[in-house]
């Protein structure tokens, strides 16, 4: 299970608190609000400090929104590890992705 929270913290910044696993339909529900809230004009930036697991589609997932503009912040060392190997930037702190 996947629990999404979002905060609108200025615009046009919008960050999504992500809490559980990003696994099959949860990772493509969560590209699908990513892509959705881009379309609308809103930066997107993802909190996975409360990620615990991830499989090999969340990993494609957020491959994915990492290359049309979506931050990924907050990862715990091993997630952030895996994303890295994977050529996915990471901001190791959620307060530092408003500096780009």
């Given at each position: 299970?996947?629990?999404i929270l979002r905060i609108e913290v200025?615009?046009?910044?919008?960050v999504l608190i992500l809490q559980g696993q990003i696994v099959a339909e949860w990772a493509e529900l969560l590209e699908a609000e990513c892509l959705?809230?881009?379309r609308s004009g809103l930066?997107?930036?993802?909190?996975?400090?409360g990620v615990g697991f991830m499989g090999r589609s969340g990993l494609e997932a957020l491959?994915?929104?990492s290359q049309a503009g979506v931050v990924i912040a907050g990862c715990s060392p091993l997630i952030a590890d895996m994303l890295e190997e994977e050529g996915i930037e990471v901001k190791r702190k959620v307060r530092?992705?408003?500096d780009d």
């Open positions: 299970m996947l629990r200025e615009s046009p910044w919008v959705r809230l881009g930066r997107v930036v993802l909190d996975l400090s491959g994915r929104l530092d992705t408003k």
